[in-house]
C-alpha cells in the first residue's frame, strides 16, 4: 500500500455525517457571510488558544497582510521575516506596503531566534514575523524583547504550544491559515488573525470589511476577504479534534524515533518546553533529492520543501540581502531538507515501512 505525504482524508470519516448536517443547517439559514457560524467559531477559536479575540478572514495570507497593517506597518515600512518559509509569509509584506528584510534561522529548530532577526535590525525595522515552521513554535516571547511588534505566522502550528502556552497566544498577533492540509484544515480556503489586544484586533475586523467599522463609512482602503459560514460550522467540528489529532501526529513523530529513524537521515528537533504539531516531518539529508525519488520508487511520498529560499525567489529580488553567502543555514536547510509522511492516524506499521525504505534506499 502506498503511503501518502499527507491523509487529510481518513481523520475526516468519523466526522462526515455531523460535517452534512452543519452545512446543511447554514443553507437553511441562508446566511452565508458574517453570520452567526463565524462569530460562534471565533469565541470557540479564541477561547482554545486562551486569547481575547479572533478574527475570521479569507485564508492565512490576507491574514498576515491584514495582521501586518493591523500591527501599523505603513509604506516603505521594514519586516523581518525568515527567508525559509512559505512564500506567502513575504508577498504579504509586499501587499501591505513594507520591505521583506530576509534573515536567517536555527539549524536546529529551523527557525528565527532574537540572533538572527538582530543581525539584520535597521532603524527602519517596523515589525518582525516569527514563523512556526512545520508546526514548532518559533521563540515570539523572547522575539518580542527585542521591542518590535512580533506577528507570529502560525499557519502550520495549530495545535502545538511552547511552555505551556498555545501556538498564537505567543506574539503580538497572530495568523492562521485553514488550508485543507493544515492540521485544523476546511473544506476550501480560511485563515484567522487571533490578538490579546483591542484595538489592534478592532482594526483588523475594520481591515477584512473593505476598511469600515460599520459598513456604511470607510475609514481606511482594506481588504474584502472573511472566513464564511459554511468553512466556519465545518471547522466548529472540526476544532474540538485538533487536540487529539495533534497526539496522533506526536505518537507518529515518537515511531519515527524509536524506529531509528536517526541511523538513515537527520530526524527533525523538539526543544525542551516545545511541543510540535508536526504539521510536517522535515528530516535532513546531503543527498535529500536522492532519497525522496528512492522513497517515491518505493511508494512513500517525500518532497522537498523551499528549495529556493525566498530571498532567491524572481520576485523577491529587489529585497534579497546583497550578499549572496547572507543566509548560510537556510541555504543549507533548503538544500537537505526532506518531508516525510506525516499525519494524525499515520500508524506504527506505516512507520515501519517508512523506514525500512530509508534503510534499502540507504544501502
Ligand atoms: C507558513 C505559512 N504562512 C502562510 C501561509 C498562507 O496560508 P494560505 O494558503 O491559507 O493563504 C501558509 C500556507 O499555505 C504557510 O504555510
Known amino acids: 500500500m502506498p503511503i501518502g505525504l499527507f491523509d487529510t482524508t481518513t481523520p475526516m470519516l468519523a466526522l462526515q455525517d455531523e460535517i452534512r448536517d452543519r452545512v446543511a443547517a ?190 456604511q463609512t470607510f475609514e481606511y482602503v482594506g481588504y474584502n476577504s472573511r472566513l464564511d459560514e459554511i468553512q466556519a460550522a465545518i471547522l466548529r467540528v472540526m476544532l474540538p479534534e485538533l487536540d487529539g489529532w495533534c497526539d496522533g501526529r506526536r505518537a507518529a513523530a515518537r515511531a519515527y524515533s524509536e524506529t531509528g529513524i536517526d541511523r538513515y537521515v537527520m530526524p527533525p528537533f523538539e526543544p525542551v518546553g516545545a511541543e510540535a504539531a508536526w504539521h510536517l516531518y522535515v528530516a535532513t539529508h546531503p543527498r535529500a533529492d536522492e532519497l525522496i525519488a528512492g522513497l517515491r520508487d518505493h511508494g512513500v511520498g517525500a518532497r522537498a520543501y523551499y528549495r529556493t529560499p525566498l530571498h532567491r525567489q524572481a520576485a523577491m529580488a529587489p529585497f534579497a540581502p546583497v550578499a549572496s553567502d547572507a543566509l548560510p543555514v537556510t541555504e543549507e536547510l533548503a538544500r537537505t531538507n526532506l518531508a516525510l509522511p506525516m499525519g494524525p492516524t499515520l500508524d506504527d506499521e506505516c512507520v515501519r515501512e517508512v523506514v525500512a525504505a530509508l534503510a534499502a534506499i540507504s544501502g
Open 26 to 215: 447554514v443553507l437553511e439559514r441562508g446566511v452565508y457571510i458574517l453570520g452567526p457560524e463565524l462569530e460562534a467559531f471565533e469565541r470557540e477559536f479564541a477561547e482554545y488558544l486562551g486569547v481575547r479575540h479572533t478574527i475570521g478572514v479569507g485564508n492565512g495570507t490576507d491574514a498576515i497582510t491584514i495582521g501586518l497593517r493591523a500591527l501599523g506597518v505603513r509604506p516603505g515600512d521594514e519586516v523581518v521575516v525568515p527567508s525559509f518559509t512559505f512564500y506567502a509569509s513575504a508577498e504579504a509584506i509586499v501587499n501591505a506596503g513594507g520591505r521583506p528584510v530576509f534573515c536567517d534561522v536555527d539549524p536546529d529548530t529551523r527557525n528565527v531566534t532574537p540572533d538572527t532577526v538582530q543581525a539584520v535590525l535597521t532603524p527602519r525595522t517596523k515589525a518582525v514575523i516569527s514563523v512556526d515552521l512545520f508546526g514548532l513554535p518559533a521563540p515570539s516571547p523572547a522575539l518580542r524583547e527585542l521591542g518590535l511588534p512580533v506577528l507570529e505566522d502560525a499557519a502550520q502550528a495549530a495545535g502545538a504550544s511552547l511552555d505551556g502556552r498555545r501556538a498564537g497566544s505567543l506574539a503580538d498577533l497572530a495568523t492562521f491559515s485553514f488550508y485543507p492540509s493544515k492540521n485544523l484544515g476546511c473544506f476550501g480556503d480560511g485563515g484567522a488573525i487571533v490578538t490579546d489586544d483591542d484595538r489592534i484586533a478592532e482594526l483588523a475586523r475594520a481591515l477584512r470589511f473593505h476598511g469600515s467599522r460599520d459598513k
